[in-house]
């Protein structure tokens, strides 16, 4: 063999590993949006972001990579993204726990909601009231309440973590009723959820989403939903407002959020994208299932909701008399 034909078939060779290695190149170099949540594997935020995941992946034309950063109710995840570039390329999906801290933490390591910029109130999500049915063996709102007040204090209740809104909601129902329990504060969804289900704790509140699968298993009871409706995802859930507790309602909102001073730029193109995202038919038909209740807000009403929602809450906190830490 002549070495021109040798030169030419290396050539050859080498080109098409360059060209079959361009897609990988290609992949490699595609830009990634970090998701920031501050909440545990298991909550209904974490259920909502990665049900959205691929959407939102495809909207912003990026690799979503959902990082889950818990700790001291959310605090930890919040700090770690005030202090992160706000060049889109760091945003997060947030409770109305945010909007709660502030008014039972002494002191926090950012100002909410000054430190971030507020991009769309994104929807609702249902909460609910699960008990061990082991622990507890009751079956609706008058025998929960029953027990409680047979008991006064010698039950326990789960959240995860002092403040956030899983915490407030259960304060909000027991003060509603008249009845008291203590509170043990969890590190995320995940571990409450766990240690319901094993019989460290007797009930919490939780997002639906976070806790369907171990009531229709039976692992857990569900005792009333804290909205004013029932929601079509567990049609057979009644509410709290239904079972005698009048004027009651309360409910989970969340948000997307990003670091504090993003260009209206970016933010139209986060915004954008979590319109796209949440309108996409497959995240509709999930959120559905979750019983969330979508409704993208503009990135002003989202800045309003917090001012409103900053002082709603700190009046609620107020009323059952949680003392900050």
């Known amino acids: 063999m002549k070495f021109s034909q040798i030169t030419r078939r290396a050539c050859l060779g080498a080109a098409l590993v360059a060209a079959s290695a361009l897609p990988l190149l290609a992949q490699a170099a595609d830009p990634v949006v970090r998701f920031i949540l501050p909440n545990a594997t298991g909550s209904g935020v974490d259920a909502i972001t990665r049900a959205a995941s691929p959407a939102l992946g495809k909207a912003l034309g990026a690799n979503v990579v959902v990082d889950n950063q818990p700790g001291a109710g959310g605090v930890v995840g919040l700090q770690q993204l005030a202090r992160s570039p706000n060049d889109g390329s760091v945003l997060s999906v947030v409770s109305n726990n945010v909007v709660i801290f502030p008014s039972v933490l ?3 390591p950012f100002d909410m909601p000054g ?4 991009i769309a109130v994104v929807g609702a999500t249902p909460m609910v009231l699960v008990v061990n049915p082991t622990k507890m063996p009751v079956k609706d709102a008058k025998e929960f309440f029953a027990a409680l007040k047979a008991k006064p204090g010698q039950y326990n209740f789960g959240s995860g973590g002092n403040g956030t809104i ?11 009723a008249g009845a008291k329990a203590k509170h043990i504060p969890y590190k995320g969804v995940g571990p409450m959820v766990t240690d319901l289900i094993g019989g460290q704790i007797d009930f919490a509140t939780a997002a639906l989403p976070s806790v369907q699968g171990q009531i229709k298993a039976g692992q857990l009871r569900a005792i009333g939903l804290l909205p004013a409706q029932r929601t079509a995802a ?9 079972q005698g507790l009048t004027n009651f309602e309360m409910e989970a909102w969340f948000a997307v959020i990003g670091p504090k001073g ?8 986060a915004h954008d994208a979590v319109t796209a995202a949440f309108a996409d038919p497959a995240v509709k038909d999930v959120m559905a299932k979750q019983g969330n209740t979508i409704k993208v807000s503009t990135p002003e009403q989202a800045q309003s909701a ?10 609620l906190v107020k009323k059952v008399g949680l003392e900050p830490q």
């Open 115 to 118: 430190d971030f910029t507020p």
């Open 106 to 108: 002494k002191s926090l």
């Open 306 to 315: 917090f001012h409103t929602e900053l002082a709603k809450y700190a009046a």
């Open 166 to 176: 899983l915490h407030l909601a259960s304060e909000m129902v027991l003060d509603a």
């Open 234 to 242: 567990a049609p057979e859930i009644a509410t709290f407002a239904e």
């Open 262 to 269: 993003m260009s209206p730029a970016n933010v139209k193109k």
